[in-house]
C-alpha cells in the first residue's frame, strides 16, 4: 500500500502487549502513537530482511518483558503531529478496522 510516509510494514497476526492508539503517549513531550507486541519468529525474520535491505545493523524498539518474553516497539508521531487523536486502525487493503479498546492501554 502506498501512502506519503514511506514503505508500509505488513505483518500476519501479532499479540499486542501495550498500545497508546486511541490517543497519543505525551509522557516525554514528544506526542506518538504505539504499539508493543510480541517478537516471535515470524516477525523477526520480516524485521531481519527489512534491516538488511536497508543496510541497517540494530533494530530500535527491541526489548523483553519481565516474563521474559521478547517485544518490539512500533511509534509514528506523523499522526499526533496533525492533530489526530486516535491512530487510524486499516486493514492491509487500507479499509479502516475496528481497533479494540482496553483499560489499561492508552
Not at 10 to 37: A, C, E, Q, R
Not at 98 to 105: K, L
Amino acid at each position: 500500500m502506498d501512502n506519503k510516509y514511506g514503505k508500509s510494514l505488513f505483518t500476519g497476526d501479532v499479540h499486542v502487549i501495550w498500545s497508546h492508539l486511541h490517543k497519543p503517549d505525551v509522557k516525554f513531550g514528544n506526542p506518538n502513537h504505539s504499539l508493543t507486541v510480541q517478537l516471535d519468529d515470524e516477525l523477526q525474520s520480516t524485521l531481519d530482511s527489512i534491516m538488511e535491505e536497508l543496510g541497517g545493523k540494530k533494530i530500535n524498539g527491541m526489548g523483553e518483558t519481565k516474563e521474559g518474553v521478547k517485544t518490539v516497539k512500533f511509534k509514528n508521531v506523523l499522526k499526533a503531529k496533525e492533530g489526530i487523536q486516535t491512530f487510524p486502525c486499516v486493514d492491509s487493503d487500507a479499509k479502516p478496522t475496528r481497533a479494540m479498546a482496553c483499560p489499561y492501554c492508552g
